[in-house]
């Protein structure tokens, strides 16, 4: 039996509580109720985007410095450029 929609097969879980501001307490609130899914499950999907965005960002962050190190940049005037032709 698949999980739906507002089922999640759960192996572990943990309780984290925050203090929200009210407004996105009222916002969070307002989503949950207008499309009937639980709290959880948004909080869950937030947080695990965020996760994914950050960790992307940082192998992007680490990958730009190593091209650092490694020599593999543009100089700045050959950007200032390529930029000037930009505008027309």
Request: net charge negative; aromatic share 4%; hydrophobic share 35%.
């Amino acid at each position: 039996m698949g999980a739906g929609r507002n089922e999640r097969a759960y192996t572990e879980s943990v309780t984290v509580t925050a203090n929200l501001p009210e407004e996105l307490a009222e916002r969070l609130d307002a989503l949950t109720k207008s499309d009937r899914t639980p709290v959880e499950a948004v909080v869950e999907r937030a947080i695990r985007d965020y996760l994914d965005r950050r960790r992307d960002l940082d192998q992007a962050t680490l990958e730009g410095l190593h091209a650092i190190r490694s020599g593999q940049t543009v100089p700045h005037e050959e950007v200032g450029g390529d930029l000037d032709g930009w505008g027309g």
